[in-house]
């Protein structure tokens, strides 16, 4: 059944027309028995070595090769599109809900649209437009935010009436639906010609191919890319490119230096069936059921319809295995939920006949975003791999970042939710991967509402204080494998349970949070923020300040026992990392980043100081306990703690000092909360964790202390206009368009040249706040991030974080406001001018609500008054 | 009277124990699944034993089913003791030194066994020092005897067998002075226990058997169908080579009373037993025993009561008969059961309904389109009809309460018939025994994966 199945995806003339890479492979696809000779040797050396020969490698070989790289060897094991590839659904959807992915989708869409053109192979592109339906009003809810993202594109979509889906595809069952989302653009493609037509292009333009080389592993010295060894000699090369798909993780762990790939491979069910009696239309859209956890496309006159069950099945846990290969077999118990859905959603197929029930392994990955970028520990090694079962989707977009990445040292955009190093060593363990991708694979149809976490691969990395806050009632989220706590549910007090308490709606935590929050305004709280990334830069002499003045944005040679905000910026003025530095000594700083950046910052750092002994950086993340200390009276807990004076004469914002807390010596006390509320964060050795913080919380108590969580932390930012890293900044973002030239000094810096430009010529976005002015927190939908804003009815941007103010009694937005062009879409130079004199609107899934748009916060906000250098993150009331 | 299926559930499922070897990242690399246990009592109490253990020192993995007559005692000994002298045979002479020094210095023992047990299932507390004395001057006497041979599994099985029930008389010969110790080496010596044992080791199944309980391969022939191996002989009167030995082994001129009516010397099913001293001392042994005893001891008839011709002791033996199997993929199960399971139900019986069950929860035949013309909406109804049928199947979640439903409500069709049921398990306990004998069943459920990937190794 397998042979005929090869034969029916797969067009087989291809290979006459393109006889110049014919030679390497197989002359009789379907009989593999016989052993083929390799008639053309593998080249001694390459620029570019690409190990995978499905739909992502071939991609980036295609877009390598356009970009004008051309000495790339691309090597398969098997033959092309023979893996993944062959067997996927072929399906092209742009509806997306994560930005990036969207675009990806969007551009390969384009790509393949015009493939066959391009190269005359076949492709089997069809536009056929797609449906998701709605069986839910939550589930509608979310359509319409992927809606308003697809239009604010360009990309035509509209949520449409039950009535309307029926107009559209005939056999669907409408009467469980509350409505639907139809991108008439979306498209259907035999997905393994379209992996060959960008093959046999690149083949073109001189990419070698060479199919049954299966690489062994990857050579690396002094972290660099070296060579790949293979079944047939070995490859010199400066890049190395990891396309291999569900092999993908165990080919990085081959080398002697490991590359960790987190993704694991599931078995992922579709059927196929004959034609009906009188053969489906190929033009007829495809339909996504995700209540009913299915998809189904039309398919040579017949159907194909797979989807996303409840109970997956991982396999390769353990790496290829001959044993599991074989089992790979239809398995009509397991599919026979979402069977039930089909015929549920298309009753009339009940007697067409079944041809054949596919079983084709997909890889997935712990966070369902695909994985690309360059290795942290390697450099030339890059990976393009983990593509969640939208690897048609995202192959063309994808390839063309990865590219892009390779060529130009950055991609076009902002790929850090895809970067490979927003993973660490910590996501690859097999029996997590197992576990996460069990949880990932049903979450590609489940309703994802605001603020979901997941459930599995828990507890990996926890504060020492972990059980103590856990029994106070503490709610945990997860980054980067690190416990957090969200909130404190007071005793007595019961939330709904997970699957309740799903809504796009007020959540029930609410009032919980509020509490936090007025508690941090007049009184003191605990946060627990020793998720941070921590590290230490020291060297013997000036290497370390030389090195870090290069590296950062801001000023860093300030007196010993300052604290600076500071950003790491790339060559664009991008912020790669936003960090707080403290200056211990003349020669070590103490460097505080975003939980995320563990690998990255480092990578990022390591990359560029200079080779030298006497220059040392330590990761000391998981060395101290952090706990900040937020409130007016978080002082007085303090100074009664250390019997010292901690008052602002004493111990002025942005200071950072060495203390006793309670009996434990040694505490580096640095007053920042990174919440513009006066306070204090403790950096506490663990060992002496339960000791503070017993403390602290004993002493606290006359002045109301109580535990508070991040939630209570985003509000308090969000009201005082404070961007995060990794929600609001990226590598895409520089100090001048979010209002933090302060933070910027005149001495010579990486990323300083183009912000001199900035500052000359203008930003072409610029940070904006936004409060939500008609909108009833009790009624309406909460923003969440990712809304788009309009300005005067036009497209603006998107917001990148939101949260509710409890002082203002209001939503606040944060996002971007870009100027395009009224009639060229060109992007204009955005003024000051510009951003106030405009009339706002935020679109929450399709409804709009006016917002009063504001470059300085409110400083009435600030509590304290401060002096002109002590102003903490953001600078906008020294205007 | 009448049992509702709750009942009835609840009194089949009172002594359900299951286990599964722990996975370790989702895979088993022991050539044994799990196994699922179950006892339905007759007498009261029970007279059967069962144990399980996981031998820690060495691979491997023992199950064993014990049949007790007259009385539970010398069951209850053998339930406990019999592994770790099976486990203590099969270890090497350093690990026997190091575990002899251990107890030398008081230091923490090695342990030898993982059991997996029942909570009903219990173990003598008071005669555990006793018996771990016995077993320790056995270990002594094996370093001393150090043949520096590896040692063989069946050789291990024979020797530890026949050294327990050695013990198990030497000490009702020696006695103890703790009375109630005293009354109950006495107690074991003088009922008798069947026992049939397995130990898997990879694809190295043995089975030791003394007695007439039962050991049984479920194999799954390529149709799919089941068929039933035999791995051990019943040592009875219907067995023509047992019956031999025995007359073998005594002067001719007692070779019409040693086997009567289908007993030993007209009194014993079994052929071969532990303990049952009554058929094993010399006629002076057991007067001087019975008369330095306890009084309960001497007040009880059964003891006293010397058989029958009784001329030529010992009639009686623990010696297992050892059979050796290599175990195959097909091979998806063994059963050890003790001779009231087998009194109902033929072996061909078994291995189909155990099969049919096994299959049915973890891995139902699957369906294969092939080349059949099937539409999607027969496909639905099969499948509709394949989860019925398994739910149906979860009433039972222990293989062995399963074939106990069935060896207990079997009608004539082959069905279980819940009215029957009901009325065999409400019996007052006096009638039960005239019905039914106590069952005890263990299921060991095979690794075909592993199996079969020991088999592509060699």
């Known amino acids: 059944a397998a042979g005929m199945f090869l034969r029916l995806l797969s067009d087989i003339q291809w290979r006459a027309a393109h006889p110049k890479w014919r030679t390497m492979s197989s002359s009789q696809r379907s009989t593999s028995t016989t052993a083929e000779p390799h008639p053309v040797s593998l080249p001694a050396q390459a620029q570019v070595v690409i190990c995978g020969g499905g739909i992502t490698g071939t991609s980036v070989a295609y877009h390598l090769s356009k970009m004008g790289w051309k000495d790339i060897v691309l090597l398969e094991q098997g033959r092309l599109a023979a893996g993944t590839t062959r067997f996927c659904a072929g399906i092209v959807s742009t509806a997306r809900p994560v930005s990036i992915e969207l675009k990806m989708a969007h551009y390969s869409n384009k790509l393949y649209q015009q493939l066959e053109q391009e190269t005359g192979v076949q492709t089997g592109y069809m536009k056929t437009g797609s449906i998701s339906l709605a069986q839910t009003q939550d589930r509608l809810i979310s359509l319409k935010r992927i809606a308003s993202s697809l239009n604010v594109m360009g990309i035509p979509c509209e949520i449409i009436s039950p009535k309307k889906v029926l107009q559209l595809h005939p056999l669907i069952n409408i009467h469980d639906l509350v409505g639907a989302m139809y991108v008439p653009e979306d498209a259907l493609v035999s997905s393994a010609n379209v992996s060959l037509a960008l093959a046999t292009a690149a083949s073109r333009n001189g990419v070698q191919i060479h199919e049954r080389t299966s690489v062994s592993h990857v050579t690396v010295q002094k972290g660099r890319v070296t060579g790949v060894e293979t079944d047939r000699g070995r490859i010199q090369c400066e890049y190395f490119v990891n396309c291999a798909g569900q092999w993908a993780y165990e080919l990085g762990h081959s080398g002697e230096e490991p590359v960790h790939i ?87 197929l009940e007697a067409l006949q079944i041809m054949q029930l596919v079983n084709c392994p997909e890889s ?69 991967l197992r576990h996460r991708v069990m949880e990932v694979m049903p979450l590609m149809c489940d309703l994802k509402v605001p603020r979901w976490d997941f459930q599995t691969g828990r507890q990996l990395r926890t504060s020492p204080l972990y059980d103590r806050l856990d029994a106070q009632g503490a709610r945990w989220m997860e980054k980067h494998g690190f416990e957090r706590v969200k909130y404190f549910v007071p005793p007595g007090k019961d939330l709904l349970d997970l699957d309740h308490s799903k809504t796009f709606y007020k959540p029930d935590w609410f009032d919980i949070v509020g509490s936090e929050v007025k508690c941090c305004k007049e009184a003191v709280c605990v946060i627990d923020m020793s998720s941070f990334t921590k590290f230490e830069i020291s060297s013997t002499g000036d290497q370390a300040l030389e090195s870090l003045q290069y590296l950062f944005s801001n000023d860093l040679d300030v007196p010993v026992g300052h604290v600076v905000h500071t950003g790491m910026l790339n060559e664009k003025g991008g912020y790669e990392n936003d960090c707080s530095i403290a200056r211990l000594s003349k020669r070590s700083f103490f460097m505080i980043s975003p939980t995320d950046q563990q690998v990255h910052c480092w990578a990022w750092l390591k990359n560029r100081l200079p080779d030298d002994s006497n220059l040392v950086m330590e990761d000391v993340t998981w060395k101290y306990t952090a706990l900040n200390l937020i409130g007016p009276r978080a002082v007085d807990v303090l100074s009664e703690l250390s019997y010292a004076p901690m008052t602002a004469e004493h111990f002025p914002s942005l200071f950072c000092k060495e203390m006793s807390v309670g009996y434990a010596n040694g505490i580096r006390v640095m007053s920042i909360t990174h919440t513009g509320e006066p306070g204090f964060v403790l950096y506490i050795p663990i060992e002496y964790a339960l000791h503070v913080y017993n403390e602290v919380m004993n002493m606290g108590q006359k002045y109301g202390i109580r535990n508070a969580g991040y939630y209570a932390l985003r509000s308090l930012r969000i009201e005082k206009f404070f961007a995060f890293w990794g929600q609001d900044l990226d590598a895409f973002t520089t100090p001048m368009e979010c209002g933090r030239e302060f933070q910027v000094k005149l001495e010579k810096f990486l990323g300083q040249e183009a912000l001199l430009e900035q500052k000359q010529n203008g930003v072409y976005k610029r940070f904006t706040m936004f409060i939500l002015e008609d909108h009833d927190t009790d009624m309406d939908l909460w923003p969440w991030w990712g809304e788009p804003i309009f300005r005067n009815g036009r497209y603006v941007g998107k917001t990148t974080s939101s949260a509710y103010s409890y002082t203002l009694e209001r939503h606040v937005c944060l996002g971007f406001v870009h100027h395009f062009d009224e009639k060229t879409g060109e992007e204009l130079v955005v003024t000051t001018d510009f951003i106030n004199q405009g009339e706002y609107e935020i679109d929450i899934a399709g409804q709009r609500f006016q917002a009063k748009a504001k470059l300085y916060p409110f400083s009435s906000l600030f509590t304290q008054r401060r002096r002109k250098d002590e102003v903490e993150l953001s600078g906008y009331q020294r205007e | ?284 042994l057991q007067k001087r025993v019975i008369e330095s005893g306890p009084d309960q001891l001497n007040d009880n008839e059964y003891t006293k009561f010397i058989p029958p011709n009784y001329h030529t002791p010992p009639y009686l033996t623990a010696e297992p008969e050892v059979i050796h199997h290599k175990l195959r993929p097909q091979d998806k199960f063994l059963v050890l059961a003790t001779d009231g399971l087998w009194e109902t139900m033929h072996r061909q ?69 819940h009215e029957r049921l009901s009325k065999m398990l409400s019996l007052p306990e006096e009638l039960a025994r005239m019905y039914r004998d106590d069952i005890t069943i263990i299921v060991v459920q095979f690794n075909s994966h592993v199996i079969g990937a020991y088999q592509n190794e060699e």
């Open chain 1, 364 to 432: 997935f990955t712990p966070d369902m975003r695909c994985i690309m970028g360059e290795s942290p520990t390697a450099r030339g090694y890059f990976v393009l791999a983990g593509m969640n079962s939208a690897g048609i989707s995202y192959g063309g977009g994808a390839g063309k970042y990865l590219a892009e990445w390779m060529v130009n040292g950055y991609p076009s955009e902002n790929v850090w939710s895809l970067d490979l190093k927003r993973f660490g060593t910590l996501q690859s363990s097999r029996t997590f």
């Open chain 2, 349 to 417: 019986d078994v291995a189909r309904i155990v099969g049919e069950y096994l299959t049915g929860v973890h891995h139902q035949q699957p369906i294969a389109v092939g080349g059949y013309k099937v539409t999607l909406g027969q496909m639905h109804g099969l499948l509709t009809e394949r989860r019925a049928r398994i739910s149906s199947v979860f009433e039972d979640q222990n293989a062995a309460t399963h074939l106990i439903r069935h060896a207990v409500g079997n009608n004539e069709f082959g069905t279980v018939d």
């Open chain 2, 1 to 284: 009277f009448y049992l509702t299926p709750a009942q009835v559930n609840s009194i089949l499922k009172a002594n359900e124990y299951s286990f599964k070897v722990p996975e370790f990242d989702g895979k088993n690399v022991s050539s044994v699944l799990g196994f699922d246990s179950n006892q339905l009592p007759a007498n009261a109490p029970i007279e059967d034993r069962r144990s399980a253990a996981t031998c820690l020192q060495t691979r491997g993995m023992l199950l064993g089913v014990f049949d007790g007559h007259a009385g539970c005692a010398c069951a209850q000994a053998v339930s406990e003791r019999l592994f770790y002298y099976i486990a203590v045979s099969l270890l090497p002479h350093e690990t026997l030194l190091e575990i002899e020094n251990a107890v030398e210095s008081g230091r923490a023992l090695l342990p030898i066994l993982q059991w997996h047990k029942h909570p009903n299932d219990y173990f003598s507390k008071e005669a555990s020092k006793l018996y771990f004395n016995s077993l320790r001057t056995y270990w002594q006497e094996l370093i001393d005897l150090n043949s520096g041979e590896t040692t063989d599994v069946r050789e291990a099985l024979i020797n530890a067998f026949k050294r327990l029930d050695n013990d198990i008389s030497l000490e009702a010969q020696v006695g103890d002075p703790n009375s109630f110790l005293n009354y109950l080496v006495l107690q074991v010596a003088f009922s008798g226990a069947t026992a049939c044992v397995a130990h898997v080791d990879g694809v190295d199944l043995h089975i030791a058997n003394t007695g007439d309980s039962r050991a049984m391969l479920g194999v799954q022939e390529e149709d799919g169908s089941w068929s039933a191996v035999n791995l051990s002989y019943d040592h009875n009167a219907q067995n023509e080579h047992e019956v031999e030995r025995v007359k073998m082994e005594h002067p001719k001129s007692e070779e019409k009373s040693l086997v009567k009516q289908d007993r030993l010397l007209g009194l014993l099913m079994p052929f071969r037993a532990f303990g049952d001293v009554k058929f094993k001392w010399s006629i002076e």
């Open chain 1, 262 to 348: 987190p993704l694991h491979a599931c078995e992922h069910f579709y059927l196929l069936t004959h034609p009906l009696k009188e053969p489906l239309s190929s033009s007829l859209p495809t339909i996504v059921d995700p209540d009913g956890r299915i998809y189904i496309r039309n398919w040579q006159g017949g159907i194909l319809s797979g989807g996303f069950e409840k109970n997956p099945k991982p396999l390769f846990t353990e790496g290829r295995n001959q044993l599991e290969i074989q089992n790979l077999q239809e398995d009509w118990d397991h599919f026979g939920p979402l069977l039930s859905a089909l015929l549920r959603r298309m009753p009339g």
